[in-house]
Every structure is written in structure tokens, then in C-alpha cells.
């Protein structure tokens, strides 16, 4: 038992998808149980990192953000670089940021290694009388593509907490 005290976790998760689905604040939600109103004001850092117990193991998630670049259609490859899970977002109303969703596998694919957790996050999910995607096209793509699928709200912070932990508790059983 005492070597295991010292054991240390830290896994590497990255948020893609579209302009302003929401997954800045996805990540300030998670990190810091913040939501901002101004979609403008990027938050200037890489990455939040937030410790989660998991079977009684410390765990640090190193959540990163894209900061913007995908504006540019060009995420780079630092960015990917060792990430262990992903989380892949759309606006639920917004069909197109949907349609978006397999070319972001594809990225994700090209960058990262198959056993990399993913979650499918049909994020504003409170924008219920604007809903452009139902929930059953989301949990078939999920299911077609073999992902997690979870409706989640930054704003209201539905099932945020629950989207990353179940990432993070996949990778924790991909590992152990
Ligand atoms: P990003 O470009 O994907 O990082 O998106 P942002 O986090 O910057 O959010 C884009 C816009 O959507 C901002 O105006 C946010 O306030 C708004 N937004 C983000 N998440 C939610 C959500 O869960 N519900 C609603 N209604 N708006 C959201
Ligand atoms: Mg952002």
C-alpha cells in the first residue's frame, strides 16, 4: 500500500468542435463552476487543471481549450499531443455545429491513438424551444461511432460534472 500513496494521475483531456458551441465555458464550469455571458472574452489560458477522486484515487484532469484557433479550421498538433480523452461538442441548436461532428473525429483520429476516451456532448441543452438536434440524432451518432453521449448545459451546468467524470473514469479503467 505505501508505493501506491505516491502514485500520481494526470490525464490529458481535449474540447473540440465548432465556434461558440460553449466549450470554453464547458471547461470554466467544470474547472471553476464559472459560466461567462461574453462568448468575445477568449479566456487567454491552455489549460485548467481540476483533481477528481476516482475510486478513492487523487486524479488530476488537465483540460485544454482551444483558446480560438479553430476558428481557422486548424487546431494543432501540440494541442492533441498526449491527450488521453476528448470531449467533442455541438450546440443543439445549431444543426450545422452537428454536422461538423465527423470531420472533428477525423481530426481526432488523425492525432490521436484509437483508445483515447471520447464523449459526444450535445451541449445548450437549456435551449429547449430552439432545438435544432434531437437527442436521438445525437445518441445514434454516438452510438454509430462508438462514443459516450451526454446533453450538457454550461449555463445551468447540467451534467458537466458528469460528462468529464465519466471520460475521466474511462480512462482510469483503460489504464488500470
Ligand atoms: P466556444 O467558442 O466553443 O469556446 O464557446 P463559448 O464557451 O465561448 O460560448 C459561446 C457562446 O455560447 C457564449 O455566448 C456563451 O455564453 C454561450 N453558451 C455556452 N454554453 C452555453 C449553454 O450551455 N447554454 C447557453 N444558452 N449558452 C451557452
Ligand atoms: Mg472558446
Do not use: Q
Given at each position: 500500500m505505501a508505493e501506491e500513496e505516491g502514485e500520481e494521475y494526470l490525464f490529458k483531456i481535449v474540447v473540440i468542435g465548432d465556434s461558440a458551441v460553449g466549450k470554453s465555458n464547458l471547461l470554466s464550469r467544470f474547472a471553476r463552476d464559472e459560466f461567462d455571458h461574453n462568448s468575445k472574452a477568449t479566456i487567454g489560458v491552455e489549460f485548467q487543471t481540476q483533481v477528481v477522486e476516482i475510486d478513492g484515487k487523487e486524479i488530476k484532469a488537465q483540460v485544454w481549450d482551444t483558446a480560438g484557433q479553430e476558428r481557422f479550421r486548424?487546431?494543432?498538433?501540440?494541442?492533441?499531443?498526449?491527450?488521453?480523452?476528448?470531449?467533442?461538442?455541438?450546440?443543439?441548436?445549431?444543426?450545422?455545429?452537428?454536422?461538423?461532428?465527423?470531420?472533428?473525429?477525423?481530426?481526432?483520429?488523425?492525432?490521436?491513438?484509437?483508445?483515447?476516451?471520447?464523449?459526444?456532448?450535445?451541449?445548450?441543452?437549456?435551449?429547449?424551444?430552439?432545438?435544432?438536434?434531437?437527442?436521438?440524432?445525437?445518441?445514434?451518432?454516438?452510438?454509430?461511432?462508438?462514443?459516450?453521449?451526454?446533453?450538457?448545459?454550461?449555463?445551468?451546468?447540467?451534467?458537466?460534472?458528469?460528462?468529464?467524470?465519466?471520460?475521466?473514469?474511462?480512462?482510469?479503467?483503460?489504464?488500470?
Open positions: 486548424a487546431v494543432t498538433s501540440a494541442y492533441y499531443r498526449g491527450a488521453v480523452g476528448a470531449l467533442i461538442v455541438y450546440d443543439i441548436s445549431r444543426k450545422t455545429t452537428f454536422e461538423s461532428i465527423k470531420r472533428w473525429l477525423e481530426e481526432l483520429n488523425t492525432h490521436c491513438d484509437t483508445t483515447v476516451a471520447r464523449m459526444l456532448v450535445g451541449n445548450k441543452c437549456d435551449l429547449e424551444d430552439i432545438r435544432d438536434v434531437s437527442v436521438e440524432e445525437g445518441k445514434s451518432l454516438a452510438e454509430e461511432e462508438g462514443l459516450f453521449f451526454m446533453e450538457t448545459s454550461a449555463l445551468n451546468s447540467t451534467n458537466v460534472k458528469t460528462a468529464f467524470e465519466i471520460v475521466i473514469r474511462e480512462i482510469y479503467n483503460n489504464i488500470s
